[in-house]
């Protein structure tokens, strides 16, 4: 049996319309059952490891944060990259040229594991990701996920999120399962040759090496292979 790892973005991936469905559900019972990996990969912050209790999902890691920190199952911090202080002021400071942003980050005068700002809509996210790169693109990560602007540190990203896991289980890169939906998620489904669920952005299924209905769909088949 080869062991492998999942990595599953959470909204609109793993959970689709509220739910998790209950196929979905026995896939990843059987999956950690045959001793493979099964972690979600997202842009939510470390609150999200309370939701994944709550939701009574099983995993074996969490990548929050867009890939700023991993958490183990008993919340242990496994790998976390900060923004610099100054840094983070900076971005407020710009963000602050924008009258159709509605701002989630404040700055507080320490350093932070991301920054996040939501727009009107997911290309008017893609136009202020393009305009922040020259002057931050050395010093930080922009990601679009729907209307969202999400900003890590410099090196961060759900990539190499996936690759910080891979080489904690010493596993190789052919043995990660990604699956994601949006702009946020492209990167990884494409350096890890991995999947989009079917709903997800034309531009991702357009790019995407494999489609699938549904995260469940997607363990069937790889463990039919």
Not at 6 to 16: E, F, H, K, S, V
Not at 51 to 73: H, M, R, T
Not at 143 to 157: A, R, S, Y
Request: charged residues 30%; glycine residues 8%; aromatic residues 10%.
């Amino acid at each position: 049996m080869k062991k492998m790892l999942i990595a599953t973005d959470y909204d609109g991936t793993l959970n689709r319309n509220g739910v998790i469905d209950e196929e979905t559900r026995a896939a990843i019972d059987r999956w950690r059952a045959d001793g493979r990996y099964f972690g979600v990969v997202t842009g939510r912050d470390v609150d999200f490891y309370d939701l994944a209790k709550e939701k009574l999902l099983p995993f074996d890691y969490l990548i929050v944060c867009n890939g700023c920190l991993i958490l183990s199952q008993e919340k242990d911090i496994l790998y976390e990259s900060l923004i610099p202080a100054d840094t983070f002021a900076e971005l407020e400071k710009a963000m602050a040229r924008y009258d159709d942003a509605v701002f989630f980050s404040g700055s507080d005068g320490k350093p932070r594991h991301h920054y996040y700002a939501t727009f009107p809509s997911a290309e008017r996210a893609l136009e202020v990701r393009q305009a922040l790169l020259p002057a931050f693109g050395d010093r930080v990560s922009v990601f679009v996920n729907g209307p969202h602007v999400n900003i890590g540190n410099k090196g961060t990203g759900k990539t190499e999120g996936v690759g910080f896991m891979l080489r904690r289980y010493s596993l190789p890169p052919d043995a990660a399962a990604v699956v994601g939906d949006d702009y946020n998620d492209l990167d990884m489904i494409l350096t890890y040759q991995g999947w989009a669920v079917d709903s997800g952005k034309p531009d991702v299924l357009r790019k995407a090496p494999h489609v699938c209905r549904s995260v469940g769909d997607m363990i069937r088949r790889l463990m039919e292979t």
